[in-house]
């Protein structure tokens, strides 16, 4: 997404729903970056980086999505 940036900045301020999915993919970098600096990771911890991962590529696809519709538009 960070070649993309300076088109997805403007589309932000335009578009409500880009910028909440882009405020919601960015919580969930900060929750994997919480995580993945940790020495050991409980099963249950294993479990929720898979979970933040895979939502977090969701997110990604939507906003790629969004990003695509925008230039065909």
């Known amino acids: 997404m960070e070649q993309h940036s300076q088109e997805l ?3 932000r301020k ?3 729903e880009v910028d ?3 405020r919601e993919h960015r919580t ?3 929750q994997v970056g919480n995580l993945t600096g940790k020495s050991y990771l409980t ?3 294993d479990l929720e980086l898979h979970r933040l991962k895979k ?7 939507l906003i790629e999505s969004a990003l695509q519709q925008a230039k065909s538009a």
């Open 28 to 30: 969930l970098d900060h």
């Open 14 to 16: 335009t578009d409500p």
């Open 43 to 45: 099963s249950d911890e």
């Open 55 to 61: 939502e977090k590529l969701k997110l990604k696809d």
């Open 9 to 11: 900045e403007t589309l």
């Open 20 to 22: 909440s999915l882009l």
